[in-house]
């Protein structure tokens, strides 16, 4: 059985399953009834960082793989931050999106 501890899951890269960078693992929601990780929140990088006020939410149906060196998202994720972020910046408004 292969486990990760909560200091290399935290901080850990994150990224598309076509390669595209998304951030890092900065948390994740634990249920306290199944002990199950039920989402995580991922801190963008670069421009993305200063755009969103708040982690992107990844629930763990969207993780492909994780491993002690990244973990690997569904490629829908990627346009989801793309939404949030177009929305952060006036180019979409919530009732177009």
Not at 3 to 15: A, G, I, W
Not at 56 to 74: C, F, G, N, P, Y
Not at 79 to 95: Q, R
């Amino acid at each position: 059985m292969a486990f990760l501890d909560e200091k290399t899951l935290l901080k850990l890269p994150v990224e598309t399953k076509s390669g595209v960078p998304l951030g890092r693992v900065a948390g994740f929601d634990f249920d306290v009834e199944t002990h199950a990780i039920l989402r995580y929140r991922v801190r963008p990088r670069g421009l993305a960082s200063g755009m969103l006020k708040k982690p992107l939410l990844i629930s763990r149906e969207q993780v492909l793989s994780i491993d002690a060196e990244k973990m690997v998202v569904d490629d829908n994720v990627e346009k989801a931050m793309e939404l949030a972020k177009a929305k952060a910046i006036g180019l979409v408004s919530e009732a177009k999106a």
